[in-house]
């Protein structure tokens, strides 16, 4: 499915934290009686420690909100051994194997895969999306708490269960998603996880039940590629090796994806890229 470059999009976006946002870091400096129990993830940029949403956090949060949003088409688990799409094609080509593959391995995969894992990959099929850490914009301001554990049986809090941690508010989070060898609804449901986090049914980070991790998506725009430069598309650029167009706003994609129902199974049918239309 990727032995030729058909498309490419880079979908650009800012996340503001409408609530308190922990995310935390799995390297606690326990040696500094200072520091809090439970500290922010940070990561170097321009040579300085800031923090940061991990790529990895941000696509298994958009990832297991696909799978809210398309349950009802067959999405697998993903963490199953009996139930999953790489164990059930796995199965399929070992008992197959010598019948031979009527299409390419990469495209019988995609067509035999759920859709979620036909955006966002499987352990045998390679994703089709990634993240790159979220860095903020500006200011961010930092906040600590204390918070006191629960015993889940009583439902009074434990003895000796005290702990602090550290939290961002009032911050804003710069996001890039890289598409490659894309259908027009993939783009879609990427849109559609973007109604969800304003509404607030899909949130960031720990303590989610506390009201932490509500986050509102702003200024999205997608500049997408396409490598054939026969569509002679308007409103795209001619470049040397391809078209190219951006998009600014979310009502405007959405008003170009209009056409697509991810409510339609038959959405989701179909491996060849090159009869989907330009976006």
């Avoid at 809090?36 to 990895?56: D, M, Q």
């Avoid at 696509?59 to 059930?88: M, Y």
């Avoid at 849109?191 to 304003?198: G, K, S």
């Avoid at 078209?243 to 009502?251: C, F, L, P, Q, W």
């Amino acid at each position: 499915m990727f032995s030729k470059l058909y498309n490419e999009a880079v979908i650009e976006f800012d996340m503001h934290t409408e609530s308190p946002l922990f995310i935390k870091s799995s390297d606690e400096n326990q040696l500094n009686p200072a520091s809090v129990e439970h500290t922010f993830f940070v990561t170097y940029k321009n040579g300085e420690l800031v923090p940061a949403i991990p790529g990895s956090s941000l696509k298994g949060v958009f990832r297991s909100t696909a799978e809210q949003i398309l349950k009802e088409h067959g999405v697998c688990d993903i963490l199953s051994k009996n139930n999953s799409c790489s164990t059930r094609i796995t199965n399929e080509e070992k008992q197959n194997k010598n019948d031979g593959l009527k299409k390419p391995l990469g495209k019988s995969r995609y067509e035999k895969s759920c859709p979620v894992c036909k955006v966002f990959g499987s352990q045998v099929l390679k994703s089709r999306i990634s993240f790159n850490d979220a860095y903020p914009v500006g200011e961010v301001r930092t906040g600590k708490r204390t918070a006191v554990a629960i015993d889940r049986i009583t439902g009074a809090s434990r003895k000796s269960a005290l702990f602090d941690f550290e939290y961002i508010e009032d911050a804003t989070f710069r996001c890039k998603i890289y598409l490659k060898n894309f259908f027009r609804w993939h783009v879609k449901l990427i849109y559609q996880i973007f109604e969800r986090i304003d509404e607030g049914f899909t949130t960031f980070g720990g303590f989610s039940s506390k009201g932490f991790g509500r986050m509102k998506v702003e200024n999205e725009s997608i500049t997408v590629r396409y490598y054939d430069k026969g569509r002679k598309t308007e409103g795209y650029a001619e470049k040397e090796f391809f078209i190219e167009k951006k998009i600014t706003g979310r009502d405007n994609v959405l008003e170009i994806l209009n056409d697509i129902s991810l409510e339609d199974k038959h959405t989701f049918e179909g491996c060849e890229i090159q009869n989907d239309k330009t976006l």
